[in-house]
């Protein structure tokens, strides 16, 4: 038999593996799409309701004055305010632009870390412990040593973010790996996969789930250490919500300090609710939850 049938038909055996979304479940309708994001929105609703209130407590308490921290009557519509100015969408881009690209440093090199370890077990050995002890650093204390190599700039955010990030990352990888199911590896390997192509139609979409779950930590620490790096390096007064922030506190305007701390939990909770998505449709797609 040529050797392409024979690699068709490797394809076509993984195709009735468990890898495949289970087939039968019908199509849900707009009423139960409606219900289903109604389930998912108000309990989050409702915990903004109870933080509201019970920060509105404690002011009301007089635990602090209304200059030090004032309640969300005060708050808020500085907020709303904020977030009509061009000067806030300018920080928040340059935030962003800072994260994602940061993120996608610490991807590509997780993701080459995590291969090399998985595949090669002496390297396991060598540097497996050095990435959990990596995890476990605060990102802040990176920073002096960040800056000594690059000077205030953007590459010592970025240095930062990457090391911050890619252990997680890489560990995620590592682990859902290693739980991938020894008759699906037996599987591939009487069907002939081998190097590249074991890894893209096995290995990878079966280690997916847990995967996500390590890139969703590795983002995690790549927010925090963005955060902590735009609070240390200011370069040249350039906005951004760490600047803003550094900012708010100079002038003790409380208001404007208070409400890019929720912006800051704004953004998190809204890419916490994308990994959280990603996670349950993977999870429902090789059949582990409905």
């Known amino acids: 038999m040529p050797e392409t049938s024979t690699k068709d038909s490797a394809v076509q055996g993984l195709d009735a593996l468990e890898l495949q979304p289970r087939r039968g479940t019908a199509e849900r309708g707009p009423a139960e799409v409606a219900r289903g994001i109604w389930a998912a929105?108000?309990?989050?609703?409702?915990?903004?309701?109870?933080?509201?209130?019970?920060?509105?407590?404690?002011?009301?308490?007089?635990?602090?004055?209304?200059?030090?921290?004032?309640?969300?009557?005060?708050?808020?519509?500085?907020?709303?305010?904020?977030?009509?100015?061009?000067?806030?969408?300018?920080?928040?881009?340059?935030?962003?632009?800072?994260?994602?690209?940061?993120?996608?440093?610490?991807?590509?090199?997780?993701?080459?870390?995590?291969?090399?370890?998985?595949?090669?077990?002496?390297?396991?050995?060598?540097?497996?412990?050095?990435?959990?002890?990596?995890?476990?650093?605060?990102?802040?204390?990176?920073?002096?040593?960040?800056?000594?190599?690059?000077?205030?700039?953007?590459?010592?955010?970025?240095?930062?973010?990457?090391?911050?990030?890619?252990?997680?990352?890489?560990g995620g990888l590592t682990s859902g790996i290693d739980y991938v199911s020894p008759s699906l590896l037996r599987a591939g390997q009487v069907m002939g996969l081998r190097g590249v192509q074991r890894y893209r139609l096995l290995i990878i979409p079966a280690a997916l789930p847990m995967f996500v779950t390590g890139l969703k930590q590795g983002w995690a620490f790549a927010w925090r250490s963005l955060m902590a790096g735009e609070l240390l390096v200011i370069i040249n007064q350039q906005n951004s919500i760490g600047w803003a922030l550094s900012q708010a506190r100079q002038l003790n305007d409380a208001e404007r300090l208070l409400s890019y701390i929720i912006i800051v939990l704004a953004i998190g909770i809204v890419i916490d609710v994308f990994f959280n998505w990603a996670d349950r449709s993977l999870r429902r797609r090789w059949g582990i939850t409905r």
Not at 51 to 64: H, I, K, N
Not at 86 to 115: D, K, N
Not at 152 to 157: D, F, M, N, P, V
């Open 41 to 170: 929105t108000w309990p989050k609703l409702a915990a903004v309701a109870l933080v509201l209130l019970a920060w509105q407590a404690v002011v009301w308490s007089g635990w602090r004055s209304e200059w030090v921290f004032p309640g969300p009557d005060r708050v808020l519509p500085t907020l709303f305010h904020e977030i009509t100015t061009p000067e806030f969408w300018e920080a928040v881009r340059v935030t962003m632009r800072r994260a994602f690209i940061g993120f996608a440093l610490a991807l590509a090199v997780g993701v080459v870390i995590g291969l090399a370890v998985s595949q090669f077990k002496p390297l396991r050995v060598a540097i497996g412990s050095l990435i959990t002890g990596l995890q476990t650093m605060p990102s802040i204390v990176w920073f002096p040593f960040a800056m000594l190599l690059y000077g205030i700039s953007e590459s010592a955010i970025m240095f930062v973010i990457v090391l911050g990030a890619a252990p997680s990352i890489a």
